[in-house]
């Protein structure tokens, strides 16, 4: 079915819809910064996990990161290659599966290397260890997503890390970022550098972690390209990795969904459509943030209990039976009506893979506009979702 991408008026079911040409755009894109600055760019699964579109994806890229073992088997068994891997604790009853479908493993402390070392050599003879450490530097302003803000649970400060590391961690790894510009990284960088620089010769690679937005239309792309050569003048011995999820899925399909009621009360109109904030799109909630729907405006309010004054404004609100599930407020141009489209924008990265099925609530389709223009239904949830589950 060919569909109108500024309308999608051809569908009535809430659906996610990515965009292959929106796609393509940012892996050219993502691997260009890659052979420019000579580094590896690889995908993190826990922002982006559409496997059915992972040929795609093998076309600009070779490996991609996993933080679970569920994710591990993704990279193995789906995309084709093991995955470079960080948990903040490795499990007795999953390290060898891990080891078995990772090309790297970083530990999160010291004392999880020495646990699980030598046991995931056995599983894994070519297997790279790496190291998380914590340069107490983070520029993230939103708590939940700060991974060095203090008390943090990821990571080995420099005071903590022994002047000579063991003989087989082979690099170290560094998440400072959440959707950050290359200033950002370059200003972290420099506390990177002064806090462990003195170990890089004892290294072979170095990964600075995600939240690189490179595909964000304001990032300054050649910036970051000369931060990485000018780390490369320095340290030519380390091999550079990133690893960005938002950066592939960024701006590459909207959740569309329908208004399928409106109610009002004290003066707020709130139109309910037939999907969910707490359940289809959480990090609305969670962060929280607004999400830009099409062809309204986003009202800024402070007291979020009373409507501006004006016409065509909505709250809108989940279908689920949580009270708060609901966001507010948008202007439309004209009166909302029932059955007619809601189009929030920017919904596949993270959205996607942190979707639950709370209630019961009908999760939306998953589908891809191919670069014929034709919707291609990738996955289509039931009962038997929800059902098997609660198994």
């Keep these: 079915m060919r569909v109108n991408l500024s309308t999608f008026c051809e569908i009535h079911t809430p659906i996610y819809v990515l965009e292959e040409e929106r796609l393509r755009r940012n892996l050219s894109l ?107 530097y983070s520029e993230v302003e939103t708590l939940l997503y700060n991974p060095c803000a203090p008390g943090t649970r990821f990571g080995v400060s420099a005071d903590k890390l022994p002047e000579t590391l063991p003989s087989d961690i082979e690099g170290f790894h560094c998440h400072c970022h959440c959707e950050s510009g290359a200033d950002v990284f370059e200003r972290t960088l420099a506390h990177i550098e002064e806090k462990f620089a003195k170990w890089f010769p004892q290294l072979k690679w170095i990964n600075f972690g995600g939240g690189h937005l490179m595909t964000r239309k304001d990032y300054d792309v050649l910036h970051l ?17 990133l690893e960005p999820g938002s950066a592939f899925g960024w701006q590459t399909g909207p959740l569309v969904t329908q208004v399928v009621d409106v109610v009002e009360d004290k003066g707020i109109k709130t139109a309910i459509i037939n999907a969910s904030f707490t359940c289809h799109m959480p ?26 004054e004006g016409e065509h404004i909505y709250r809108i609100g989940g279908n689920s039976c949580l009270s708060g599930d609901f966001m507010g407020y948008w202007k439309f141009d004209h009166e909302l ?55």
């Design 283 to 308: 990090d609305c909630l969670e962060m929280p943030y607004m999400p830009a729907v099409r062809n309204a405006e986003t009202l800024e309010v402070e007291d979020p209990m009373k409507a501006p």
């Design 225 to 241: 390209i000369n931060i990485l050569k000018g780390f490369h003048a320095r340290y030519p011995h380390l091999k550079v990795i």
């Design 337 to 391: 009506e029932i059955g007619e489209n809601v189009i929030f924008e920017d919904m596949l990265h993270y959205t996607t893979v942190k979707t639950n099925t709370f209630n019961g609530i009908t999760h939306p389709a998953i589908g891809i506009v191919n670069l014929d223009g034709n919707l291609e239904i990738l996955r289509e949830f039931g009962y038997e979702d929800y059902r098997d589950r609660m198994d």
């Design 30 to 136: 993502i691997k260009s910064v890659a052979e420019r600055a000579d580094v590896e760019i690889i995908l993190a699964f826990k922002a982006y996990a559409l496997w059915k579109t992972f040929p795609i994806f093998r076309e600009y890229i070779h490996s991609t990161t996993a933080s679970s073992l569920s994710e591990a088997k993704l990279a193995f068994e789906k995309f084709g290659s093991p995955a470079h891997t960080f948990s903040p604790a490795y499990t007795d009853y999953e390290i060898d599966e891990i080891a078995r479908c990772s090309s790297h493993l970083s530990f999160n402390s010291l004392s999880q290397y020495e646990r699980y070392h030598e046991r995931a050599r056995l599983v894994n003879p070519e297997i790279k260890y790496g190291l998380r450490v914590n340069p107490e």
